[in-house]
């Protein structure tokens, strides 16, 4: 991966230069903080688990991750601190205030502190850092529309109440990190590119057998579209199987409106899937994964799927369908007909292979990483002018 390997060159050059007249400074000490992390959590935590692995292999930062654990603990860069549980489905934990948390950063000192959601108090984490020395980075991962679409009563009241929360949250920030124009929810544009890589394990397999179902992976919620999809179903001529992986608040309602609809007997219902390779083995034998959340932010699921050489169906709104090009099969928000549609030309399609490995090559984690690395380098020693023609 020449890119790659451009960017890590370029991070030790710079390592070992250090900022004009001084000496050269010690890879970035980064802490990412995480709220909404749990143990069936989805793209977030794959993000971070990806992250502290490409640290360690690397050496490029010293890296650490703060989420809610059960209890008090902090080992080996990760650090978790006594939340109660929120929701049994996910894992996510509700901590008591930012206490511990800012007691946590007192320890570690970062130069640079990512805040992956804006409900852990995040003006005071914020102050909190600042007076450390550390730059702030707020990562904008989920839309207000998508929070408003998991919470009950109208979304439009929902979206005016939550933009206000997040124009005040993401105000004292250094830097907006997001993967889409974040400016309608946070007042502010985005600065640094958050990135995605595909794992390795996700490659095509021949030595797995395609079947013929359609296959949705993720939490099993309104805001993600799974009620669209059972209608989808309902609609389609052929009646192909269809399998649902993961757990949320809408499972037993799925089940209720799968046997409204007629299609009881071609849905099924499977567990979250923790082992990634066990998740590439599911991907690689479908015939199609479909992802249709029309407020994704990213939409990793159907970037790794595509990279197993499986047909893809996504919103046209998915930042990953631009990145996947011709691997997607695409619809536009809220149009079940259309979404129906593009489950069909997606099976009809040929399994794209060639084309997976090519994308799971050009879009690894460490080529992500090492690119996000050069500019928090540039947030934190401002050395944007010397490493432009790399990063």
């Known amino acids: 991966m020449p890119r790659e390997a451009a960017v890590r060159e370029a991070l030790r050059r710079l390592h070992r230069a250090g900022p004009p007249a001084a000496a050269a400074h010690a890879p970035l000490r980064v802490a990412d903080v995480a709220l909404l992390h749990g143990e069936r959590s989805g793209a977030i935590r794959t993000y971070l688990e990806a992250k502290a692995a490409w640290a360690r292999r690397s050496g490029l930062i010293e890296h650490h991750v703060v989420v809610p654990g059960r209890t008090e603990r902090h080992e080996d860069g990760r650090h978790e601190v006594r939340s109660l549980r929120l929701a049994a489905t996910n894992g996510y934990g509700l901590p008591i205030g930012a206490g511990a948390l800012k007691d946590t950063l007192r320890e570690l000192r970062p130069d640079v502190v990512l805040l992956h959601d804006p409900f852990w108090r995040p003006l005071g984490v914020t102050l909190a850092a600042h007076e450390l020395g550390a730059k702030v980075v707020s990562v904008h991962h989920g839309s207000t529309a998508l929070h408003a679409a998991g919470l009950p009563g109208p979304d439009a009241l929902w979206q005016r109440v939550l933009r206000a929360w997040m124009h005040r949250a993401y105000r004292d920030a250094d830097a907006i990190m997001s993967a889409v ?52 179903a309902a ?40 082992d990634r390779r066990r998740l590439a083995h599911w991907y690689a034998g479908a015939r199609v994964v479909v992802m249709q959340g029309a407020h994704e932010t990213f939409g990793l699921t159907a970037f790794e799927a595509a990279a197993t050489g499986t ?18 099969h695409t619809y536009e928000p809220g149009d079940v007909a259309g979404l129906a549609t593009a489950i069909e030309a997606a099976r009809a399609a040929r399994p794209p292979a060639a084309a997976g490995e090519a994308l799971g090559s050009r879009c690894s984690w460490g080529a992500a990483f090492a690119a996000e690395t050069l500019s928090l380098e540039r947030l934190v020693h401002g050395r944007a002018r010397r490493l432009s023609a790399v990063g």
């Open 181 to 232: 124009d974040p400016r309608a929810d946070c007042g502010r544009g985005a600065t640094i590119a958050l990135r995605f890589g595909i794992d390795a394990v996700f490659v095509p397999r021949a030595d797995v057998r395609r079947h013929d179902h359609v296959l949705y992976v993720g939490r099993l919620a309104r805001e993600n579209g799974v009620v669209e999809l059972l209608h989808a």
């Open 235 to 274: 609609r389609s001529a052929e009646p192909w199987p269809l399998k649902i992986v993961g757990s949320g608040p809408l499972e037993h309602r799925l089940q209720r409106l799968a046997a409204r609809l007629g299609i009881a007997e071609r849905v099924r219902t499977y567990p979250f899937i923790e």
């Open 311 to 328: 047909p893809v169906v996504t919103c046209a709104t998915a930042p990953s369908a631009v990145l996947m090009r011709t691997l997607a």
